[in-house]
């Protein structure tokens, strides 16, 4: 049977899964509506498809390292019990194997991707896992970092995977002072490595508020610029992290733990699981309430 652009329409509509999928769906089943979307449920496509408008901001941060490659990822789910479910936990470890070989540049290349030892592709393979655990789940961002042998990565997962941090440090292969680093980003959570990677337009707009916030607290003019400095230095402070006091040992700052070390900070990730997403509103009185009335 020709399997036309009409039906391939009304199966998306009737599942949500992709036109691809759909397509296939129907060749499989001879262009029979009823068993292509039966076919698109078992595969977990239309399951997955209709939770595709729910909100996944709770999950997981992973890291996976191979040789001189590593990973940091952000997997986002529905709810935090999932986050414990081992079929979840199998999903990170192979989407952090998938990416530290594949060596994708985004998401959607990622998602388009054949999964080892697997004839999908990494998107099928995430819809096989929603299915079975009954919740939107969707591989949300990633950094990839490469490294020579004389450097050293340091990984961090922090609250089982709330915060993780991946740094890489120069000079030196002790996995241990590069973990220490992160350990430091996951607590403070600076902006940038060092004063150099701050813009001058940021640098600019900063010295003009602490100006205008020094004259509004009647500060003589010629005295305001050396005040300005002054709060640069703090500013700063927050934000970079070289210029920060180490946590483990607040009497030096990062920069010196590190420089003592031989070593220099290259670059760090820093990920928070859902910060920037909006979350849900949970109201246990009020959905108790709803299902009641079921």
């Known amino acids: 049977m020709a399997i036309t652009a009409q039906l391939v329409k009304e199966l ?13 769906a129907l060749q499989e089943t001879d262009g029979d509506i009823d068993k292509a979307v039966d076919f698109l449920r078992e595969k977990g496509m239309a399951k997955a498809a209709k939770k595709a408008d ?14 001189n490659t590593a990973a940091l990822i952000e997997v986002n789910c529905e709810t935090d ?13 192979e989407l952090g194997k998938h990416i530290v070989t ?16 697997t004839g999908d592709t990494v ?3 995430i819809n096989s896992v929603v299915a079975k655990i009954g ?10 970092v490469d490294k020579t042998d004389n450097d050293a990565f340091g990984a961090y997962l922090h609250m089982g995977g709330q915060i993780g941090v991946l740094t890489l440090l120069e ?4 996995e241990q002072v590069a973990k220490d680093i992160a350990m430091h980003i996951a607590a403070v959570n600076p902006r940038y490595v060092s004063r150099d990677a701050v813009s001058e ?3 600019d707009r900063e010295r003009e508020v602490l100006k205008t916030q020094a004259l509004n607290e009647g500060k003589p003019e010629h005295i305001v610029e050396k005040m300005v400095e002054g709060r640069l230095g703090k500013f700063f402070e927050e934000i970079c992290l070289l210029e920060q006091n180490f946590v483990k040992d607040p009497d030096q700052k990062v920069k010196k733990y590190v420089s003592d070390k031989g070593a220099s900070v290259k670059s760090f990730n820093r990920f928070e699981v859902g910060e920037g997403m909006e979350k849900r509103e949970e109201n246990f009185a009020e959905e108790v309430k709803s299902q009641m009335k079921k």
Do not use: W
């Open 123 to 125: 998107e099928h393979y």
């Open 81 to 93: 019990f999932v986050t414990k479910n081992d079929q979840f936990k199998e999903l990170l470890s």
């Open 102 to 117: 594949q060596k994708p540049e985004t998401t959607e290349e990622t998602l388009q991707q054949k999964l080892h030892g």
């Open 201 to 203: 337009e940021e640098v």
């Open 54 to 67: 729910r909100i996944a901001a709770e999950g997981s941060a992973y890291i996976e390292v191979a040789g």
């Open 171 to 174: 000079g030196t292969t002790d």
């Open 12 to 24: 998306r509509e009737k599942t949500g899964a992709g036109m691809m999928d759909c397509k296939k």
């Open 135 to 144: 919740e939107k789940i969707s591989l949300r961002r990633f950094a990839l």
